[in-house]
């Protein structure tokens, strides 16, 4: 695979600094996710420029590239994502939005500390891409999105199909402090499951999601080898909304309502 320039004005050095920083807050409020994009732009130094190749390697990944299609605009035109047919990944990502009222340009605002994802640039529109997917990734898994466990382990699935140490960072930092939250390693299993399952999956990043959009949801899973998660849904179950949602204060203070 061809070696391409790295991002113009970087210099491909880790900000160590600024990770430590952002995962201290993340950890201490996992609803904070500026932090997350912190991270990705202190610890993901090369890693679009490798995707980027590893994309126009695949059979149609210049097509894709040439098209350069901004999925932002598609997911948040309400109209394209309402003609999905029921049992699609479009409807099941219809629900998702309904459910979560999360929106793929509420992501876009947040992410807006990565400067560099803003610009008219390759590297900066296949950023864009990675970010832009993130929710559909949530659909596909069965990974929720709205508590704690459910992302770590997208965060661990995100980093077995597209590398980047700030994946890695998260769902590391992540476990670890499970194991003393809630005094089992449920939380860890289901992570360590998650990346595991990302290394088995196709490369999803190189899909075509405009067809997807429109693909039978369980017959896309089977074709992208995207496999039940089973330890996360047993760390679900057992651990419970609460521990579940451990880093987040958002979940938490909604359980003691509840409570």
Known sequence: MAKLPPFPGTTGRRD?????????KLLANGDDTTQVFRIMKALNAGNAERNYARLLATEEGGRTAYDRVELAQRLTDKHWVDQFAPGTVGAAYREFLETTGYSADGLAEVSKVIHEDELAHPYAWFGRRTRDVHDIW???????????????????FSYAQVGGLGWAWIAGAASLKSLKVTGNRLFSKAVWEGYRNGRKAKWLI???YEALMAEP?????????IATPHAYLTAQRELGPELASYLSAQKQQAAAAVA
């Open 16 to 24: 160590w600094r600024t990770a430590f920083d952002a995962i201290r």
């Open 138 to 156: 949530h659909v596909m898994t069965g990974y929720k999105a709205d508590e704690s466990l459910g992302e770590a382990c997208l965060v661990a």
């Open 206 to 208: 190189g899909e075509d």
């Open 217 to 225: 949801i369980e017959a896309a899973r089977r074709r992208l080898g």
